[in-house]
């Protein structure tokens, strides 16, 4: 079994900043791409960045520039940080990933369950 735990959300103000972080953990034989994502209340859920095996980043135009991704790949750890924080980005922040795993046949999606984060004054 594979388990994507998320941490770092919290209450933050506007102008602030915070990093998420996201550990796999379990069966694991190779992480492919891992993700960010985010559903603010009443609407869809949105893809904040993405980053490959191999290290590169690729971020949603309305976030280039204030959010980094990053991942750690001796620790299957994802990370985001997010700064000039506005009341725009209050989500909920959740990680994807694509792995397979030790036995099993090709890769599956796994995912998070979620962080909050909430910017306000």
């Known amino acids: 079994q594979v388990q994507l735990v998320e941490s770092g959300g919290g209450l933050v103000q506007p102008g602030g900043s915070l990093t998420l972080s996201c550990a796999a953990s379990?069966?694991?034989?190779?992480?492919?791409?891992m993700d960010w994502y985010r559903q603010a209340p009443g609407k869809q859920r949105e893809l904040v960045a993405t980053i490959t095996n191999m290290g590169s980043p690729i971020y949603a135009d309305s976030m280039k520039g204030r959010f980094t991704i990053s991942r750690d790949n001796a620790k299957n750890t994802v990370y985001l940080r997010m700064n000039s924080l506005e009341s725009e980005d209050t989500a909920v922040y959740s990680c994807?990933?694509?792995?397979?795993?030790?036995?099993?046949?090709?890769?599956?999606?796994?995912w998070g369950q979620g962080t909050q984060v909430t910017v306000s004054s």
């Open positions: 379990g069966s694991i034989f190779r992480i492919y791409n």
């Open positions: 994807h990933a694509r792995i397979a795993t030790l036995g099993g046949i090709g890769s599956s999606d796994y």
